[in-house]
């Protein structure tokens, strides 16, 4: 972490936290020990195979200048069966974002849930909740 | 005159020869015309017909992703001394965030890691003298397994996925599978793994385990890289609601995002990505 990230609240995970799964890379690199939250605008959602990303600006802190994070996601195909949709997110969007960040400080992410202010909906994204046939 | 027309006639023959040529066309020497030609009969209403007496594989089927890990403890690999040095230090690179991508370059994940690994959805096909399995991602990720009574060619083409041949006993489909790539991995996760270096040979038995539930049993045999066949099972689990369908899956565009140009015209523009193949905001 650097510069104004020093000051955003990070907490250690008392629970292992179930892994999020990717269709062609490892997830390894995030640090599953961190969570973070923090609040931003959506600046882009890629509903793409094989992840989906959300690009989020984050408020700055008072002095510091706005910084565009990644968020990685599983596929559309394994979203959908959790719900969403490639309208789930567009940009504009005020969000708070609680997250999974990149072993080696740079600004990327992996999801795990976020609110969008404007209507307190909560979007997450838990497929082994989803591991059963004849989902409705 | 007689000259004359003999070399209007060797003209002619000359000019067929490079119009062939030049459209491509194979001009085959007289000895092969001594092969045989197998070729494939057209269906009959009697084929068509018989597909009903399959088992019910239809619906979108999801592998069960908790299972799979869990598989990889209680069926562990026998890889062979060599191999287990090598996924050893691909675990330990794992473990410590700094995970070896196999598949970061979106080929396919192939056989047998295609089974063994996957996290995307899958679907069946029955046609007459074949079963097919479309799969999402990678862009090109099917299976074509005969049943039809072929054996497998005799020095077939390596592919990604080999060639599969199968047959039914019951409502099992037993799939055997060769010609498949040296290169393609035998794989425990997306970062540990290594090549089957030649010989591979996969055997399944694929079977509806309870009414939405699909099994396959899997040995598979890579002398290069394992003391003994592994056997092992994955499973998978049905969706039939329409909005579970499998959506196309080009393992490529995730590496491009959606912008317009200065022409205005909608183009792919390459995003920026950590050696592992994560995504990183424009900036970076």
Not at chain 1, 88 to 112: C, M, Q, T, Y
Not at chain 2, 1 to 11: D, E, I
Request: hydrophobic letters at 40%; proline letters at 9%.
């Amino acid at each position: 972490m650097k510069g104004s990230w020093f000051r955003i609240p990070m907490v250690l995970a008392a629970l292992a936290v179930a892994l999020p799964v990717a269709a062609h890379h490892s997830f390894a690199m995030f640090d599953f020990s961190k969570t973070m939250t923090v609040k931003g605008t959506v600046t882009e959602f890629r509903w793409t195979n094989p992840h989906v990303a959300l690009l989020v600006q984050l408020d700055p802190q008072p002095g510091a200048s706005p910084e565009v994070w990644s968020m990685e996601l599983t596929s559309p195909g394994n979203l959908t069966r959790g719900g969403w949709t490639r309208h789930s997110f567009k940009p504009g969007d005020r969000i708070e974002l609680v997250f999974n960040p990149l072993r080696d400080g740079r600004h990327g992410g992996a999801f795990d849930k976020a609110t969008i202010l404007g209507t307190g909906q909560v979007i997450s994204s838990d497929l082994r909740a989803a591991e059963k046939p004849g989902l409705q | 005159m007689r000259l004359q027309q003999r070399t209007v006639r060797r003209n002619l023959v000359a000019c067929m020869l490079v119009a062939a040529a030049l459209m491509g066309i194979a001009v085959q020497p007289p000895s092969a015309a001594s092969a045989p030609t197998v070729t494939n009969p057209p269906p009959q209403p009697k084929d068509w017909s018989a597909l009903a007496s399959l088992p019910d594989w239809s619906g979108v089927w999801t592998p069960n992703m908790t299972d799979q890990a869990r598989r990889i403890k209680t069926d562990p690999v026998p890889w062979n001394k060599a191999a287990a040095a090598q996924i050893a230090k691909l675990e330990a690179a794992e473990q410590a965030g700094d995970p070896k991508g196999l598949f970061i370059n979106c080929l396919p994940e192939s056989m047998p890691s295609w089974m063994l690994i996957t996290h995307n959805a899958l679907e069946f096909l029955f046609t007459p003298g074949r079963v097919t399995i479309l799969g999402e991602s990678d862009g090109n990720r099917l299976r074509r397994i005969y049943t039809d009574g072929r054996g497998h060619p005799a020095d077939p083409d390596p592919t990604f996925h080999g060639h599969s041949i199968g047959h039914w006993e019951g409502d099992t489909l037993v799939v055997d599978t060769v010609g498949i790539l040296p290169e393609t991995y035998i794989a425990v996760s997306e970062a540990v793994g290594i090549p089957n270096n030649g010989d591979l040979h996969v055997i399944e038995h694929i079977r509806l385990e309870k009414p939405d539930i699909l099994r396959d049993d899997l040995e598979i045999i890579a002398p290069h890289v394992l003391t003994r066949p592994w056997k092992t099972s994955r499973f998978l689990f049905r969706q039939r609601a329409q909005k579970y369908d499998i959506v196309e899956g080009v393992c490529l565009q995730g590496n491009y995002s959606e912008r317009k140009d200065a022409a205005g015209n909608a183009v792919f523009e390459p995003v920026p990505q950590t050696e592992g193949g994560n995504t990183l905001p424009p900036s970076h």
